[in-house]
């Protein structure tokens, strides 16, 4: 059985002094203080890709500079799905016992070490090549109008949205690693520049520097752990052009795919780490997964649905949105979180116990779709 045994994140920000491999390796330290254990009893390696480093084979590159002699090493390339993508292939490793300890490790200097038009550049090319890069699109322009047409199928108003990012920004305020801390209103929100209409500068995640590395082991520790207990993926389209349908993007597939192999129900969920790019991104996962009805997951969020001390709590290191996007580590920092939380290790920011948790992740344009199952053990 895969168990997460260890989780850190570097802080999130700008942080102009580190690299890509320098913020890897800072958050594989604290991993392997967490576990008490020797460069040389990691057996299998897995990194994500980076934007600003592209190098044909980054496990290896990883692995050469810390040190490490994996017995299996392999880089991945799923877009804001590859976190989720990797603790899910780890958890395979783990189960088919080819690996005892594998290192799950992200990071980039996408902030500091990369000109905002190259980012915006680079960021764009998961564009078709022959539908829409030729318009110049870049990426919050392929999720406004994703969001103009899911807004209008679903009721959704732009205040509606402005509210998770109200939500994210306050879960981050608690949180001292977070990009952003200082709190918003849904009128800051709505005031904000627009960046691709609807969707307004607080309505998308900012660019960080960042790192998370994940520990997946094949026996408990002893001390806390959360059980890896199901996973799923769901794929429907790769191109916004190309998309299938509105109301329907694979996220139902990788859920129930996760659902299926951990025995549980949705019902028995008590914590979410959902993806959150952008507003639209989270207000559609959250539809999407059946979390709440169609066009009624800002309503969930005023009620205190998803607060930290609500009956689902979500995203409490503050998301995407706001904890910061530091490309594959982004989304790695959800499952950090969870992690935190359900082994009740979040000091000050501690939640009420929670036993169930949902992380949810999508790649692309709402392309590629992971779902994990994880339990407090």
């Given at each position: 059985?895969?168990?997460?045994?260890?989780?850190?994140?570097?802080?999130?920000?700008d942080?102009?002094?580190?690299?890509?491999?320098?913020?890897?390796?800072?958050?594989?330290?604290?991993?392997?203080?967490?576990?008490?254990?020797?460069?040389?009893?990691?057996?299998?390696?897995?990194?994500?890709?980076?934007?600003?480093?592209?190098?044909?084979?980054p496990a290896?590159?990883?692995?050469?500079?810390?040190g490490?002699?994996?017995?299996?090493?392999?880089?991945?390339?799923?877009g804001?799905a590859?976190?989720?993508?990797?603790?899910?292939?780890?958890?395979?490793?783990?189960?088919?016992?080819?690996?005892?300890?594998?290192?799950?490790?992200?990071?980039?200097?996408r902030?500091?070490?990369?000109?905002?038009?190259?980012?915006?550049?680079a960021?764009?090319?998961?564009?078709?090549p022959?539908?829409?890069?030729?318009?110049?699109?870049?990426?919050?322009?392929?999720?406004?109008?994703?969001?103009?047409?899911?807004?209008?199928?679903?009721?959704?108003?732009?205040?509606?949205?402005?509210?998770?990012?109200?939500?994210?920004?306050?879960?981050?305020?608690?949180?001292?690693?977070?990009?952003?801390?200082?709190?918003?209103s849904?009128?800051?929100v709505?005031?904000?520049?627009?960046?691709?209409?609807?969707?307004?500068?607080?309505?998308?995640?900012?660019?960080?520097?960042?790192?998370?590395?994940?520990?997946?082991?094949?026996?408990?520790?002893?001390?806390?752990?959360?059980?890896?207990?199901?996973?799923?993926?769901?794929?429907?389209?790769?191109?916004?052009?190309?998309?299938?349908?509105?109301?329907?993007?694979?996220?139902?597939?990788s859920?129930?795919?996760?659902?299926?192999?951990?025995?549980?129900?949705?019902?028995?969920?008590?914590?979410?780490?959902?993806?959150?790019?952008?507003?639209?991104?989270?207000?559609?996962?959250?539809?999407?997964?059946?979390?709440?009805?169609?066009?009624?997951?800002?309503?969930f969020?005023?009620?205190g649905?998803?607060?930290?001390?609500?009956?689902?709590?979500?995203?409490?290191?503050?998301?995407?949105?706001?904890?910061?996007?530091?490309?594959v580590?982004?989304?790695?920092?959800?499952?950090?979180?969870?992690?935190?939380?359900?082994?009740?290790?979040?000091?000050?920011?501690?939640?009420?116990?929670?036993?169930?948790?949902?992380?949810?992740?999508?790649?692309?344009?709402?392309?590629?779709?992971?779902?994990?199952?994880f339990?407090?053990?």
């Open positions: 059985m895969p168990y997460l045994t260890a989780a850190a994140c570097t802080a999130f920000g942080l102009q002094t580190l690299s890509t491999t320098d913020l890897m390796a800072q958050a594989t330290d604290d991993v392997l203080l967490q576990s008490g254990l020797e460069p040389g009893q990691i057996d299998g390696l897995l990194c994500g890709y980076a934007v600003n480093l592209p190098h044909l084979m290896d590159l990883f692995a050469e500079r810390y490490l002699s994996p017995a299996y090493a392999h880089g991945m390339q799923m804001g590859t976190g989720a993508g990797m603790v899910m292939l780890a958890g395979d490793l783990i189960r088919a016992k080819r690996c005892r300890q594998v290192l799950v490790v992200a990071g980039e200097n902030l500091s070490g990369m000109a905002r038009d190259a980012a915006i550049a960021l764009a090319q998961v564009g078709d022959d539908y829409e890069l030729p318009h110049g699109t870049t990426v919050p322009a392929y999720y406004a109008l994703l969001a103009s047409r899911y807004m209008a199928a679903a009721g959704i108003q732009e205040r509606d949205l402005a509210e998770l990012a109200v939500l994210m920004r306050l879960h981050a305020s608690t949180h001292p690693k977070a990009h952003f801390r200082e709190t918003i849904v009128q800051n709505l005031q904000s520049r627009s960046i691709a209409s609807p969707l307004k500068l607080l309505d998308c995640c900012p660019i960080s520097d960042g790192a998370v590395a994940l520990l997946i082991s094949a026996d408990h520790p002893g001390r806390p752990a959360l059980r890896l207990r199901g996973a799923g993926q769901g794929h429907r389209h790769q191109h916004l052009s190309a998309m299938r349908s509105a109301e329907d993007f694979g996220a139902r597939d859920l129930a795919r996760a659902l299926e192999q951990s025995r549980c129900d949705l019902a028995d969920v008590d914590y979410l780490g959902i993806y959150d790019s952008f507003t639209i991104t989270l207000a559609i996962l959250l539809e999407d997964l059946g979390l709440t009805p169609r066009g009624q997951s800002a309503a969020a005023r009620s649905h998803f607060d930290a001390q609500g009956e689902m709590p979500l995203n409490t290191h503050g998301g995407l949105l706001s904890f910061g996007h530091s490309g580590a982004g989304g790695l920092a959800h499952i950090a979180e969870c992690y935190a939380q359900l082994s009740q290790t979040a000091g000050t920011r501690q939640i009420p116990a929670r036993e169930l948790a949902l992380i949810h992740a999508d790649g692309g344009v709402l392309s590629a779709h992971v779902s994990l199952i339990d407090a053990c």
